[in-house]
């Protein structure tokens, strides 16, 4: 199996950790699995959400969870290569880019928006910048932004199809559509194509992603035929003893049956995917659970309308408050019913 290449950055295991927030992928899971050779990846998204002065100063506290996880990963895995996913959505985004960059981060996995201006974030450093999309549309615009605006390429391009976990890159209808689900393959090749012609231009590897749903060996492969240099995983890692939820957070996945896993809507206007739990059933029941104070964690947030808090009800979940929380997951999640090890599930993939 061949590694996978970003830059002068190699991963002898061709596959990257997916980020899951608030909590659920810190620098334990993220270590370990830069450890076993795969892209260890940090979630941004509320990262300092255990700091005692978190509801008083949250930008704060998240500037400094970046720096302590970035340290405590990189202790995990000193030749290890490590991202950090942060969303674009985020409240003061480019000061969540500048402070990961500065503690030395790897990779920078960006989505949920458009990154126009992440190659500005990173210009000078060694950091290496990933847009995640999840059609050809997207890859092709994102593209355009940064050969226009910045002259450059991405370094690695993440596809995350309808199948993923969390919020998702995808109209609600789309998701309720089959042909959103029978023609991903279709949207895999184009935006490679797309890419292609980019590497070209630039003179450089442009390594391409797929992540949602890839949940076997067999997924993995059918994914570097169509093309892909390797493949993004998420779920699977929630159910190891090195992720950072709390275990009750695990057993949601463990207990879960195929039809518990529902399509919500998230405060921010995107659809997402996750564990169906009371409250969830509360909000679809009721409408709106009216937040009882704001966190300030997305920039299209507004807490006078948002059907709920997401940030409280995330947290929550990773705590162990399941039944009160938000668990997001991929479509698959109610495939993995016992706990393994991050070692386990790599070999799943690589035999």
């Not at 450089?204 to 949602?212: H, L, N, Q, R």
């Not at 009750?248 to 995917?273: C, H, Q, T, W």
């Not at 309308?305 to 039944?323: K, M």
Request: hydrophobic fraction near 40%.
């Amino acid at each position: 199996m061949k590694p996978l290449k970003i830059g002068d950055l190699v991963a002898k295991v061709p596959i990257i950790q997916g980020g899951m927030g608030i909590g659920v992928s810190l620098s334990e899971l993220a270590g370990t699995v830069a450890k076993e050779g795969g892209i260890g990846v940090i979630s941004a998204a509320q990262i300092g959400f255990e700091d005692e002065n978190f509801r008083k100063n949250p930008d704060e506290a998240n500037y400094k969870a970046i720096q302590q996880h970035i340290k405590r990963a990189r202790e995990i895995a000193p030749n290890g290569i490590l991202g950090i996913n942060i969303m674009v959505v985020t409240k003061n985004y480019a000061e969540h880019v500048k402070e990961a960059v500065k503690n030395g981060i790897d990779l920078i996995i960006s989505g949920a928006g458009l990154p126009t201006e992440l190659p500005g974030l990173v210009k000078g450093s060694k950091t290496k910048i990933a847009p995640i999309v999840s059609s050809t549309k997207s890859a092709r615009v994102i593209l355009k932004l940064w050969d226009k605006h910045h002259q450059v390429a991405p370094d690695a391009v993440i596809i995350e199809g309808p199948k993923a976990g969390g919020h998702l890159g995808f109209k609600y209808d789309q998701l309720e559509d089959e042909k959103t689900y029978s023609g991903f393959d279709e949207e895999v090749k184009g935006i490679i194509e797309k890419v292609k012609e980019y590497a070209v231009k630039y003179k450089k590897e442009i390594p391409v992603i797929v992540g949602g749903g890839v949940s076997s060996h067999e997924d993995m492969e059918h994914y570097l035929a169509l093309g892909a240099d390797g493949i993004q995983v998420a779920t699977p890692f929630v159910t190891t003893k090195e992720c950072d939820a709390h275990e009750n957070f695990k057993n949601a996945y463990v207990n879960a049956k195929k039809e518990d896993i529902v399509l919500v809507k998230s405060p921010v206007g995107m659809p997402g995917r996750a564990v169906r739990t009371k409250f969830m059933d509360k909000v679809a029941k009721e409408g709106r659970i009216a937040p009882t104070s704001c966190f300030q964690c997305m920039s299209v947030c507004n807490p006078k309308e948002a059907v709920y808090c997401i940030t409280e009800r995330l947290i929550n979940a990773v705590r162990g408050d399941v039944e009160n929380g938000l668990v997001f997951c991929g479509a698959d999640a109610w495939k993995y019913n016992e706990i393994t090890t991050v070692h386990d599930v790599i070999q799943s993939y690589i035999g």
